[in-house]
């Protein structure tokens, strides 16, 4: 069955391995199936839910359309741009929020870790940050989402948003009931310093991150650097418990190789974390490097990268567009 595909990175800058292999890895191999109709959102007004530089908005929205075609996404074959340019987004984001309980979103953690522990001085924006993603994905009747594992509890509210609005409006299969896509092994790729904390584009230290514009020599510093354990690695997964790092680097060299822990055990198991780390360098810059240069190269062509949004945003506005009609006349505007 051909799908319809919907996702959204935020232009906050830094994109890194853990966006590349928790999602936009994905968004590749899902654009490559040629049966597939693909949408993907550069999502700006996401982004201003947390204080954004004004210069460094409207560079990161190309960096990050960069990004997607560096990696891989053909921009032939799917729709790529950015969210503030299609109104339908904001506007039925609105519309959501009137259906949505608030207790629902109380129970959004992600809005816990971001808000921190001063809530008062969290924005609104940030608080209902999940309705204006449901209104994304909503909008283009998408049926597969492909996203992080840190996004599943959004996607679950999405899907029960669209099951309320349906009922409340006696409206049955109006709004589709999307399905999330989230890789089965190292959905969550870890931080290089810290096997607990998630990788993250916030994240102070650099050391933390491989991101998608760094150097063959910034890779190879960050591997060495890597936080690792005292003990060799084992020959099974069950060893693994309580090992967070050593658990993350292998998870990092299968993913990128594309296979499973236990072949990435048959080849290290018994060996040294130096041998790990000579091969894990070795491999992410033969495939992270090409996507820094070309990511390069695309920026420092503006007028291309805004021509593409700009055809993007006019084939998504026609979607969306249209979708928002029908839904104001179901509410009775
Ligand atoms: P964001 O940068 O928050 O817009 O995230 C873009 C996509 O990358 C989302 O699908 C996230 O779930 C995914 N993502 C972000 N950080 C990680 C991570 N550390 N591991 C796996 N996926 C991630
Ligand atoms: N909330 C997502 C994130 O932080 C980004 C996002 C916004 C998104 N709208 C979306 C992802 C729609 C998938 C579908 O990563």
Redesign the pocket.
């Known amino acids: 069955m051909p799908k319809k595909i919907f996702?959204?990175?935020?232009p906050?800058g830094n994109?890194?391995?853990?966006?590349?292999?928790?999602?936009?890895k994905n968004f590749v191999d899902l654009n490559n199936d040629k049966e597939n109709n693909c949408i993907f959102c550069v999502?700006d007004l996401?982004a201003i839910t947390v204080k954004q530089d004004k210069d460094q908005l409207k560079n990161n929205i190309r960096e990050t359309t960069a990004a997607f075609i560096a990696s891989g996404i053909d921009p032939s074959r799917s729709i790529i741009f950015n969210q503030s340019e299609v109104q339908a987004h904001a506007e039925g984001s609105w519309m959501l929020s009137c259906m949505a309980p608030m207790g629902w979103l109380n129970r959004m953690t992600q809005f816990k870790e971001k808000a921190g522990k001063d809530k008062e001085k969290a924005s609104v924006g940030l608080y209902i940050y999940p309705i204006l993603m449901a209104s994304d994905i909503l909008l283009y009747d998408t049926s597969h989402v492909?996203?992080?594992?840190?996004?599943k509890q959004h996607l679950e509210l999405t899907r029960d948003i669209a099951q309320k609005f349906n009922k409340d409006f006696d409206c049955r299969d109006f709004l589709k009931v999307p399905e999330p896509l989230i890789?089965k092994d190292?959905?969550?790729?870890?931080?290089l310093k810290d096997g607990l904390k998630?990788?993250?584009?916030s994240d102070p230290s650099d050391l933390s991150?491989i991101n998608l514009t760094d150097s063959e020599d910034e890779i190879i510093n960050k591997i060495k650097k890597a936080k690792t354990d005292s003990f060799p690695i084992p020959n099974e997964d069950q060893k693994l418990i309580n090992r967070p790092e050593a658990l993350n680097l292998l998870g990092i060299y299968s993913s990128i190789s594309n296979q499973n822990l236990n072949k990435t055990l048959d080849e290290f198991g018994g060996k040294n974390f130096s041998d790990l780390k000579v091969k894990l360098a070795e491999i992410l810059s033969s495939k992270i490097s090409p996507i820094s240069n070309e990511i390069k190269k695309l920026i420092s062509d503006k007028q291309y990268l805004d021509k593409l949004l700009l055809e993007g945003a006019n084939k998504a506005e026609a979607i969306a567009g249209k979708k928002i009609k029908e839904m104001k006349k179901i509410i009775g505007f």
């Open positions: 996702s959204g990175v935020q906050t994109l890194h391995l853990g966006n590349y292999l928790g999602a936009i999502v996401h492909p996203v992080g594992e840190d996004q890789q190292f959905s969550r790729i870890m931080s998630k990788m993250s584009k991150r």
